[in-house]
């Protein structure tokens, strides 16, 4: 392959995306320093108005913003990638109160400033969230556009670029732009040209692309061909053009908390953390799902009486439909929604066995099912007909957050990988329910409830539940 450009193109296209993205890294951290600063600042006129003092107005913006430096909430790596960069402001938030007793003893000690201080981490943690949260969406919606991210280039095998493409695309709005692919593998290009991208040659010709095409990352996926040597001076070409080396690890489907770097001898291992599976661990969820699922209940008490009156006009039959589905560690529960379909539904399903939308797995989902009634089919689209099983999550069966709860038959099926599922509670809602619910296959179901189990966290959780109320107005998957 050859690629043709003058030399002012080249110094022009080698340039310009790193230097976007340095202005773009410059802006966004000042941006989020303003925004830290006001959450801070309004958090210490919280305190003030509470109990009348001045002081911590002024020791407060400076030691928020010093607790957030020091827990690296500005540092690129976290920059729109959510999940790690709230649970980093959350740690400097808990840091402030240690600050605040250190200075106490140390150098003040004055009762009155570390008793506002240790308040205000509160007011601040709570303002400078949701600020975060809009500056997100917003620097997405902006790599949505195709500003401010960064030309990629993808190297390596077909298969193993097809699935990272596969997850780039299912995750929304990335940073990480994939602009061709260098395959180590050139006689499966036409694997990756049915995706849409262009194959830009093999591995020999990455300096060559990178210099034409702009690129600011390359992403090296694991192949054979790919020793230490290659790797090595693959990761020098990366650096002579300026541009970021990222390595996609072997082992996929594992959040950043679980790995860490250690050397050993000069040699770099990662460690990959095992599952934090523990009844301690998950006590705090426990209380957190039985306490939230309460107050929605006394919350929505009257409007879940009138569905099921509604529910009872429709059709003939109970309000309530009732079946059992297995738990955690395969246990047998009664888990309850209201009743979509007709009464008839389970004697009617063999007639329908040839038009399953889910033929690939163990599910059994048919668009348009005949056997749906009126009001059925709008509690579907809605998810209003889940919230019954906020009672199971009282009962301590369920959770907010989990797998989806298999019928005892599916699980009988189960291979022994997939029954890693049934180590945590299944959920009212989760990955399966933000990533297109019935339209997923068999396959991506299961992948998406085993990467739960394994890095299930509070931090996840919450990020799931944000995004179930978008998944149900969009109503993706819904039938």
């Known amino acids: 392959m050859t690629i043709e450009v003058t030399h002012e193109l080249l110094v022009v296209e080698r340039r310009t995306p790193e230097a976007r993205r340095r202005r773009w890294e410059h802006k966004y951290r000042l941006v989020l320093l303003v925004a830290d600063s006001f959450a801070a600042v309004a958090a210490a006129f919280v305190i003030h108005a509470a109990y009348g003092r001045w002081t911590v107005a002024l020791v407060l913006p400076p030691t928020w913003i010093a ?17 790690e960069e709230y649970r980093r402001v959350l740690r400097g938030a808990v840091a402030l109160p240690a600050l605040a007793v250190a200075a106490y003893w140390l150098f003040t000690h004055d009762s009155g400033l570390l008793h506002d201080m240790v308040m205000a981490a509160i007011p601040a943690v709570a303002i400078a969230l949701p600020v975060r949260y809009a500056l997100r969406r917003r620097l997405h919606r902006r790599w949505a ?12 095998p077909a298969r193993g670029v097809a699935d990272l493409v596969a997850v780039l695309r299912r995750g929304g709005a990335q940073e990480l732009h994939a602009a061709g692919v260098c395959l180590s593998d050139p006689e499966n290009a036409a694997e990756i040209r049915k995706l849409g991208l262009p194959v830009l040659g093999g591995v020999g010709n990455m300096n060559d692309v990178i210099q034409a095409l702009g690129i600011g990352t390359v992403v090296a996926l694991p192949a054979p061909e790919f020793d230490a040597a290659v790797l090595r001076r693959m990761s020098w070409t990366a650096a002579v053009q300026g541009v970021d080396f990222l390595l996609a690890p072997v082992l996929t489907d594992v959040s950043a908390a679980r790995l860490e770097i250690r050397p050993t001898n000069g040699v770099p291992l990662v460690r990959v953390q095992a599952p934090n599976l523990s009844r301690a661990s998950r ?5 957190l799902d039985r306490s939230l699922a309460a107050l929605l209940l006394a919350l929505l008490a009257l409007p879940l009486l009138l569905i099921a009156l509604i529910v009872r006009l429709d059709s003939s039959g109970p309000a309530l439909f009732r079946q059992q589905r297995a738990g955690r560690y ?10 979509t379909m007709r009464t008839d539904s389970e004697d009617l399903r063999a007639e329908l066995e040839h038009l399953n939308q889910n033929s690939d797995g163990l599910l059994f989902k048919v668009k348009q099912d005949p056997r749906i009634t009126r009001v059925g089919s709008f509690l579907r689209r809605t998810s209003l007909d889940e919230l019954p099983q906020l009672i199971n999550v009282i009962g301590g069966h369920m959770s907010l957050v989990g797998p989806r709860p298999p019928l005892p038959e599916e699980v009988e099926e189960y291979t022994p990988e997939v029954k890693r ?17 019935s339209d997923l296959p068999w396959d991506e179901a299961v992948r998406l409830d085993l990467g739960y189990v394994d890095n299930w966290s509070m931090g996840l959780d919450l990020e799931i539940l944000l995004r179930t109320g978008s998944a149900v107005v969009r109503g993706t998957g819904a039938y």
């Open 67 to 83: 607790a957030m430096l020091a827990h690296r909430t500005y540092d690129r790596s976290a920059l729109g990638l959510g999940t």
């Open 145 to 156: 556009r195709g500003r401010g991210g960064s030309a990629t280039l993808l190297v390596g």
């Open 283 to 287: 006590l705090p969820k426990e209380v």
């Open 330 to 339: 395969g246990d047998y529960f009664t888990m309850l929604k209201f009743r």
């Open 421 to 437: 599922r049934l180590l945590v509670k299944p959920g009212l809602t989760g990955l399966w329910q933000v990533s297109g619910r």
